[in-house]
């Protein structure tokens, strides 16, 4: 009985010596299948366009096959949700901006997701600023003209913002305030149908993305009025802020980060990380998304919760000055 006793108590200590052995073989082994990134946006938008230059950077980093998969919707909740729903394998990942982590929780009492907990940072990727952007139609060819129009013709002037409760339409609630001026709110499905009916004329003014309006700039189709961050765009650097054109302390921008499905192991994390801190590190992937209009902005993110934190109590505080509600 004894010889039996002490035959099985080494067999478990074989068998959960081979099963702690084969963990980390098996994440070394990672990925041994496509990975999936969710941009919960249309195409054809900044999300999508920073979306597909990050997979194909990061397939050369990972050796696998990485998909973009658009999940629009909801102001970016259903590919939050799809992701946080998702198995913590690390072959789900999302892209987002700060649309889906803060600007969400600021206006929604009740999501189908909790950004701080839902999510496992893999790191930082840019920041993106948005501009104040004119249909040629319109007169005014600055900050300061346009409010001093909109003042003297409170009825006349809508502004588009591609979704309801998104970054754009925080920038134009913010600017509204900030410059006295009454302006109609024109949501859209995303930025690109946004664009669209600005170059097309159906909207004078739009507030939207330097990578959506930089390339209507060049043709002349658009006409930019100022930026939203408290510094100018390395793409456009001759187009003032609204801060120095008369609105000292107004900033909104965007900021993109990777994240995965909390749960991720460490080993599958460290990977993911390493991956991205090589593609952000690409000399020539930093220059695409600057030509762009990205402000390339790689860095690991260590307090997560307390980031979300901090911008969300920010946001909500605008949110309630402004009236800006979910749809």
Not at 85 to 96: C, E, H, I, R, V
Not at 182 to 205: E, F, N, W
Request: glycine share 8%; aromatic share 6%.
């Amino acid at each position: 009985m004894q010889l039996r006793t002490s035959a099985l108590l080494q067999a478990a200590a074989w068998a959960c010596a081979s099963f702690a052995a084969v963990l980390p073989a098996q994440a070394a082994g990672y990925p041994e299948k496509p990975v999936q990134i969710v941009v919960p946006y249309p195409p054809g938008g900044a999300g999508d366009v920073m979306g597909r230059l990050l997979a194909r950077q990061l397939e050369a980093k990972l050796g696998q096959p990485v998909i973009v998969d658009n999940k629009p919707g909801a102001g970016t909740a259903i590919g939050a949700q799809f992701v946080a729903n998702a198995k913590p394998d690390g072959y789900t990942l999302l892209l987002s901006s700060n649309s889906t982590y803060t600007l969400n929780p600021a206006i929604q009492p009740k999501l189908s997701y909790e950004p701080a907990k839902a999510f496992e940072p893999v790191g930082m990727v840019a920041n993106m600023a948005l501009m104040l952007v004119a249909h040629p139609s319109v007169q005014e060819n600055s900050v300061q003209q346009l409010v001093a129009a909109a003042k003297a013709a409170p009825d006349k002037y809508v502004y588009g913002s591609f979704g309801n409760g998104t970054v754009s339409h925080f920038s134009g609630e913010m600017f509204k305030a900030a410059a006295g001026v009454k302006m109609t709110h024109v949501p859209y499905r995303g930025s690109a149908p946004a664009m669209t009916d600005l170059v097309g004329g159906q909207i004078p003014l739009a507030f939207d993305s330097v990578v959506a309006a930089a390339p209507h700039i060049r043709t002349g189709k658009i006409k930019p009025l100022a930026v939203t961050t408290p510094t100018r765009s390395t793409l456009l650097p001759d187009v003032p802020t609204i801060a120095e054109s008369g609105y000292p302390g107004y900033e909104m921008s965007s900021w993109i980060a990777l994240v995965a499905p909390s749960g991720l192991p460490p080993e599958v994390k460290q990977k993911l990380e390493q991956a991205l801190a090589a593609a952000m590190g690409d000399a020539e992937m930093r220059d695409k998304l600057k030509g762009l209009g990205f402000e390339p902005a790689y860095a690991p993110i260590k307090d997560w919760s307390g980031r979300l934190g901090g911008d969300i109590a920010r946001l909500r505080k605008i949110a309630e000055q402004s009236n800006i509600k979910p749809d």
